[in-house]
């Protein structure tokens, strides 16, 4: 029942493969975000250039509020858009990371399934009792981990719930902006 150098090897293996694509999962993502922020960043010092001599060169007060309403509109759009953006990415962040759990956990569930056959067949008469306990354990990780799946899910849901209510205020509210 000892693993041996070429079990513990793969065992290795997977394991810095696992944490290598946790890695570029969270890369790929901050990119994304740093990329999405400074496009931002670029469109919002561009409106406030272009919005600053649009004001400037109003002729009467009453036409310099026009114009800062009619700024408004557009930057609520865009704020709308950047909002939607995050959270896309951090969705689909979020999703790949959870599948590259699955796929961990099920590996794990493997071993453990082949740990339990080993230890079966090892076990001397009258061992049985404290193999119970130990397949009484294995049982439980399972259960947690379904739970714990499920809650991510629920959890997953409610955020995308949340966001679309979210993201209607901000759009009922900039439509309020254009009358």
Same mark, same amino acid.
């Given at each position: ?6 079990? $513990?090897?793969?065992? /290795? ?10 890695? *570029? ?23 406030? &250039?272009?919005?600053?001599?649009? =004001?400037?060169?109003?002729?009467? !007060? ?7 309403? &009619? ?8 704020? =709308?858009?950047?909002?939607?953006? =995050? ?17 961990? @956990?099920?590996? $794990? ?14 076990? !001397? ?5 404290? @193999? ?12 947690? $981990?379904?739970?714990? /799946?499920?809650?991510?899910?629920? @959890? ?5 719930? *949340? @966001?679309?209510? &979210? ?13």
């Amino acid at each position: 029942m000892t693993m041996n150098v070429e079990q $513990f090897a793969v065992a /290795n293996k997977a394991t810095v493969d696992s944490l290598l694509a946790v890695a *570029n999962v969270a890369l790929a993502s901050a990119e994304r975000i740093a990329a999405l922020n400074l496009n931002a960043a670029r469109s919002a010092i561009e409106d406030s &250039a272009s919005g600053a001599q649009a =004001v400037l060169a109003a002729k009467s !007060p009453q036409e310099a509020a026009d114009i800062q309403v &009619a700024l408004a509109q557009p930057a609520v759009e865009k704020a =709308v858009a950047y909002s939607r953006s =995050v959270y896309e990415i951090a969705a689909q962040s979020q999703g790949e990371l959870a599948k590259l759990m699955e796929a961990q @956990f099920s590996g $794990f569930q493997k071993a453990l399934t082949e740990l339990a056959k080993q230890t079966t067949q090892a076990i !001397p008469v009258g061992g049985e009792g404290a @193999f119970g306990g130990i397949q009484a354990a294995m049982n439980q990780v399972n259960a947690s $981990f379904s739970r714990m /799946n499920e809650v991510s899910k629920q @959890f997953a849901e409610l955020t995308q719930a *949340n @966001f679309s209510a &979210a993201t209607q205020a901000a759009e009922a509210m900039s439509k309020g902006l254009r009358k």
